[in-house]
């Protein structure tokens, strides 16, 4: 009996949260354009570097006292780690990154709408202005294909 | 009825498999497929406009980016489920960030306490966020089915079952305790289950 009083009230308690509460819908015609542009550049010959250290994710990296500076983030693949300091200006995002050992020339940073390249210097350093918020995927040139690609993460 | 569910899960494995091959026409198809749960999902972390937008947008690029090392196939829909959730929860946190840079940045502009706000937007809010920390307390397959009962109403068992890995006669004995589930979390309930 206790059983069904409690499943009642967890059925009135879902039909009180659906109140006021959006429907799912279908996606927007943007959305739509940036999975078509992530399906048609999806091919990509070279590793794939995975995040391993993200400051969002660490206990308190959104409380006030903990966001005054930039986000960090480290992803690492194929023995190279890219190393990213995101700092944000309204909707774009500045991005200086460091990738270690230094392998490449230029950094490709690639959003599901367009791509910009930005010159590494000697020591694999490297700043990418002006980034649309949203999912972004770095790839590491040295001249011909590219040695490496991080995955796709949300600035 | 298990008939259907296989059926949605091959054609589902299909979808990926002509997808990794470069057919736009099944990309789409697959998207069309699983938008709905992603919306779903996207809501239940309480993301709204331009943060939800982020979102989607990154499941999608990173199904595009997995498409190609997807191992099964057929369980594609919990994959997009889980990553969905997972890109939530960060999109949740870098629209926190922004709100308390925003705050940061503008502290004496703005009244500490806004006493205007009327007690039925406080309980709203405050429910609001009971709702996303009891969604990130469950775990698959109840979060993904709790997202879909509050967000797709009426959604069609089949479509739990594609969404979740689940088998379809499973579906609502599930749903159930995912449901007990977010009334003791929200509620504070001392029932147990009998």
């Known amino acids: ?155 | 009825m298990s008939d259907q569910t296989r059926d949605a899960s091959t054609s589902a494995a299909e979808l990926v498999g002509r997808a990794a091959d470069g057919d736009h026409a099944a990309w789409r198809a697959l998207i069309r497929r699983y938008e709905l749960m992603v919306d779903a999902v996207v809501h239940c972390h309480g993301l709204a406009g331009q943060d939800a937008e982020d979102a989607r947008q990154t499941v999608w690029c990173r199904l595009a980016e997995h498409l190609d090392d997807i191992r099964s196939p057929e369980r594609i829909g919990s994959w997009i489920a889980r990553t969905t959730h997972r890109e939530s929860a960060r999109q949740a946190r870098l629209a926190r960030r922004a709100r308390a840079l925003e705050a940061g940045e503008g502290a004496r502009l703005l009244d500490p306490v806004d006493h205007r706000t009327p007690e039925s937007e406080f309980l709203r809010a405050e429910e609001d966020r009971g709702v996303r920390e009891a969604i990130a307390a469950i775990e698959e397959p109840e979060r993904t089915v709790l997202a879909l009962d509050l967000h797709r109403p009426g959604a069609p068992a089949a479509e739990v079952a594609d969404c979740t890995g689940l088998a379809l006669e499973e579906v609502a004995s599930v749903r159930r305790r995912a449901r007990r589930r977010l009334l003791r979390l929200l509620r504070g309930s001392d029932a147990v289950d009998v």
Do not use: Q
């Not at chain 1, 109140?19 to 999806?42: K, L, N, Q, Y």
């Not at chain 1, 500045?94 to 599901?112: D, I, K, N, T």
């Open chain 1, 1 to 155: 009996m206790r059983g069904r009083g409690e499943d009642e009230r967890a059925d009135l308690l879902i039909a009180e949260l659906r109140r006021g509460r959006p429907e799912a819908g279908p996606m927007s015609d943007r959305v739509r354009r940036a999975a078509d542009g992530a399906f048609a550049a999806r091919a990509v010959e070279a590793p794939v570097a995975e995040v391993v250290d993200d400051s969002l994710e660490r206990p308190g990296g959104v409380r006030p006292s903990a966001v005054s500076g930039p986000r960090y983030v480290v992803l690492r693949g194929a023995g190279v780690e890219v190393r990213l300091e995101i700092s944000e200006h309204g909707d774009e995002r500045r991005v200086a990154g460091r990738v270690v050992p230094p392998l490449g020339e230029a950094v490709e940073v690639r959003s599901p709408f367009g791509a910009r390249e930005f010159a590494m210097d000697g020591g694999g350093g490297f700043t990418a202005r002006a980034v649309p918020r949203g999912p972004v995927r770095l790839l590491v040139h040295d001249g011909g294909g590219p040695r490496l690609a991080t995955r796709w993460i949300s600035m």
